[in-house]
C-alpha cells in the first residue's frame, strides 16, 4: 500500500504527525509513505522510518512572484513528482487551502477533516471522504484519529511512537560538552515569548550546577537574540548556523532542554529528552509538545491560551506577553532539577494565587 501525506507546515505540526505514521505501519505491514512538505521542513518527514519519497513544495515562495517561478520550472517539476504515480490513499492531515490544493494535485482517492474539522473552511471540497475529529482533541491526537479512519484500522492511544530513525538525523560535526541543557529560546510568534532577563537569570542558575548551556537559532534576529542572553557566561554556547536534522542531532544528546512552544522543542519531546516547555498564547492541552519527561508551564493569567500571534493585553503587566510575567525562572529551575524521568506530559499553572 502506497500512501500520500500532504502536511507542509510548521516544524512541531510535521514532527506531531509522526505517530500516525507509526500507528498505521504497525497496523498495515508493508505500508509505505510518500510526504509533500514546504522546502523549509523537508527533512523532518525523513526521520521516519516508513517515509520512501519526501517531496518538498515551494509555494510561500512561489507565490510571491509566480511568474518567475514558472519560468524557473520549480512548479512544473514539483507537478511531476506529485503525479509520477497513482496512490491508494491521499490524507491531508492539514486541511488548510493551500495543503487542499497540493492534494488535490495528486492522483489518488483523497481524505481529509469535514466542514466542522477542517482548519480552514473550504478545504473540505477538495477531499472525496471525509472525516469528523472534535478540535477540542490534542493536534496530535487528531491526526493519529484522522489517518486510521482513513485507512481503516485501529490503534492504541496510549502507545505513542514517532518512530524516528536516528541516524537518519546525520552526525553531529561541533564538539559538544560533556553535560547540557539545550534553551529553546525563539519563536515566531512574540505571544509566546519568553524575555531575555528570564533567560539569563535561568542560564546562570543551570551555568553555576555544572552544565553547559546551548543556544541553537534560525535566523539573524534570533542568534542576536542567543549572544545576547549568553552575553557574560563563559559556560554558554551561542551554536553556528546549522540545518534542522543537525539541531535534532544535537538535542538528542542532550541532558534535558528549556524551550518555548516551537518546533525545537517538539523535537525534543519526540526524541524522549527530559524538558520543560513555557506556554503563553497557546494551549498545552490541545498543542503540547508530547513525549516522556515532559512538563509544560503555563500561568493563571486571565487571557493565557489567546492563540493571538501577539500580545494584545492592555492592562498593566511588567512586560509583554503578560502572562509569562507569572512563569518566573527560579520556578522553572526548581521544576528542572526536580523533573521526573517518569513525567509524561505534566501541566503545570504557576500564578500568583
Known amino acids: 500500500m502506497r500512501v500520500l501525506i500532504v502536511r507542509l507546515s510548521s516544524m512541531g505540526d ?57 519560468k524557473s520550472g520549480e512548479p512544473q517539476s514539483f507537478l511531476r513528482k506529485v503525479r509520477a504515480q497513482e496512490y491508494d490513499f491521499i490524507v491531508d492531515v492539514q486541511c488548510e487551502l493551500k495543503s487542499a490544493l497540493a492534494s488535490r494535485l495528486a492522483k489518488g482517492p483523497r481524505y481529509g477533516y469535514d466542514s466542522r474539522a477542517v482548519h480552514e473552511w473550504g478545504a473540505q471540497f477538495a477531499y472525496q471522504k471525509k472525516f469528523f475529529v472534535p478540535k477540542d482533541r490534542h493536534s496530535l491526537q487528531r491526526m493519529r484519529q484522522l489517518l486510521a479512519g482513513a485507512l481503516g484500522y485501529e490503534y492504541e492511544e496510549e502507545r505513542l511512537d514517532y518512530g524516528i530513525d536516528r541516524s ?12 547540557f541543557v539545550v534553551f529553546i529560546h525563539s519563536t515566531s510568534w512574540t505571544s509566546k515569548v519568553w524575555p531575555e532577563f528570564y533567560w539569563q537569570e535561568l542560564l546562570n ?25 549568553a552575553a557574560g557566561n563563559n559556560k554558554a554556547i551561542v551554536l553556528p548556523a546549522l540545518s534542522i536534522s543537525e539541531k535534532a542531532a544535537i538535542i538528542s544528546r542532550a541532558s534535558a532542554t528549556v524551550g518555548l512552544d516551537t518546533g525545537l522543542s517538539h523535537i525534543a519531546a ?42 494584545k493585553y492592555t492592562g498593566p503587566a511588567e512586560f ?20 521526573s524521568p517518569a513525567a509524561s506530559n505534566e501541566v503545570v499553572r504557576l500564578g500568583a494565587n
Open 320 to 339: 509583554k506577553p503578560a502572562c509569562l510575567v507569572e512563569i518566573k525562572p527560579d520556578q522553572v529551575w526548581q521544576k528542572l532539577k526536580q523533573l
Open 270 to 311: 519526540a526524541l524522549d529528552i527530559p524538558s520543560i516547555t513555557i506556554y503563553g498564547a497557546t494551549d498545552p492541552l490541545l498543542v503540547g509538545a508530547t513525549g516522556r519527561h515532559q512538563l509544560h508551564l503555563t500561568s493563571t493569567f486571565e487571557c493565557v491560551g489567546c492563540h493571538d500571534v501577539e500580545c
Open 168 to 179: 537518519r538525523l546525520g552526525p553531529v560535526l561541533i564538539d559538544l560538552p560533556e553535560r
Open 14 to 70: 510535521l514532527v506531531q504527525t509522526l505517530p500516525a505514521l507509526s500507528d498505521a505501519a504497525r497496523a498495515i505491514p508493508g505500508i509505505g509513505f510518500d510526504w509533500i512538505v514546504d522546502e523549509s521542513f523537508a527533512q523532518v518527514p525523513g526521520w521516519h522510518r516508513n517515509v520512501e519519497t519526501v517531496i518538498p513544495s515551494a509555494f510561500r515562495r512561489w507565490r510571491k512572484n509566480w511568474r518567475h517561478a514558472f
Open 205 to 229: 542558575d543551570v551555568t553555576a550546577d555544572g552544565y553547559s548551556v546551548l543556544l541553537p537559532w534560525g535566523n539573524e534576529a534570533e542568534r542576536e537574540r542567543a549572544v545576547r542572553i
